[in-house]
C-alpha cells in the first residue's frame, strides 16, 4: 500500500508564498519521478511541474519562472515553492509519483486572495 500525504495548502494575498509538501510511504522505498497537478473549479487537471530520478525538471507554462519543485534524496518526499501567486493559480493541488503504477494524494487546496 502507497500512500501520498500533502500538506502547506492554504490561504494567501496575490504576490505572496507558499511551499507544498508532499511524503510517499508504504511498500515503495523511492519513486522514479515525483510531481504536482492542479485543477481548478470547471476545469480539467493540469500539470505544474515533475521532477523525475536524474533531477530533471519539467513546468507547466503558467508557472515557469514562478514555482520551483525539489526533492528529498531519499526520493520520498517533494516539494513545490510557488511564489508570485496570481489568483489563477487557485486550485487543488494534487501530489503524483511513479514507481510502476501512478499514485495520486487526495489533493491540499490552494487559494489566492486579496
Known amino acids: 500500500q502507497v500512500q501520498l500525504v500533502e500538506s502547506g495548502g492554504g490561504l494567501v494575498q496575490p504576490g505572496g508564498s507558499l511551499r507544498l509538501s508532499c511524503v510517499g510511504s508504504?511498500?515503495?522505498?523511492?519513486?522514479?519521478?515525483m510531481g504536482w497537478y492542479r485543477q481548478a473549479p470547471g476545469k480539467e487537471r493540469e500539470l505544474v511541474a515533475v521532477?523525475?530520478?536524474?533531477?530533471?525538471?519539467v513546468y507547466g507554462d503558467s508557472v515557469k519562472g514562478r514555482f520551483t519543485i525539489s526533492r528529498d534524496k531519499a526520493y520520498r518526499r517533494v516539494f513545490l515553492e510557488m511564489n508570485s501567486l496570481k489568483s489563477e493559480d487557485t486550485a487543488v493541488y494534487y501530489c503524483?509519483?511513479?514507481?510502476?503504477?501512478?499514485?495520486w494524494g487526495q489533493g491540499t487546496q490552494v487559494t489566492v486572495s486579496s
Open positions: 503524483n509519483a511513479r514507481a510502476g503504477a501512478e499514485y
Open positions: 508504504g511498500r515503495i522505498i523511492s519513486f522514479t519521478a
Open positions: 521532477i523525475r530520478g536524474g533531477g530533471d525538471t
